[in-house]
C-alpha cells in the first residue's frame, strides 16, 4: 500500500516570506514576516543587488502583485468571498 502525504497551507498560515537572491553564484536571501507592522519589501539582497518590484512605471512585477495580494491576506481578519485558498505542496524528501 502507498500512502501519499501532503502539505495543505492556508495563505493566512504563512509567517514569513523569504527573498532569494536570483544572480547567478549569489542567492543570498532575506526573511520576512508579512504580518509585521511597517513590513518593507527589502530593495536589494544582503549583497546589493538591487531587486525591481516593477515591469514597467507603473506596473509591479509578477512577484510584487503576489506580495501585494499575499499581504492584504495574512493582514485581513476574515475573508470576505466566503473561502479560503489552501495551497497543497508534495511532503518533502528526507
Ligand atoms: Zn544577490
Redesign the pocket.
Known amino acids: 500500500m502507498t500512502v501519499e502525504r501532503k502539505w495543505v497551507v492556508k495563505l493566512n498560515d504563512v509567517k514569513a516570506v523569504t527573498f532569494q537572491?536570483a544572480?547567478a553564484n549569489?542567492?543570498?536571501r532575506i526573511t520576512v514576516s508579512p504580518t509585521e507592522r511597517n513590513f518593507q519589501w527589502p530593495q536589494?539582497?544582503?549583497?546589493?543587488?538591487r531587486w525591481e518590484f516593477y515591469e514597467t512605471e507603473r506596473r509591479h512585477s509578477r512577484d510584487a502583485r503576489f506580495l501585494i495580494a499575499l499581504q492584504d491576506i495574512v493582514t485581513a481578519k476574515d475573508s470576505e468571498s466566503g473561502f479560503n485558498v489552501l495551497l497543497e505542496f508534495d511532503e518533502p524528501k528526507a
Open positions: 537572491c544572480r549569489c542567492e543570498a536589494a539582497c544582503p549583497m546589493g543587488h
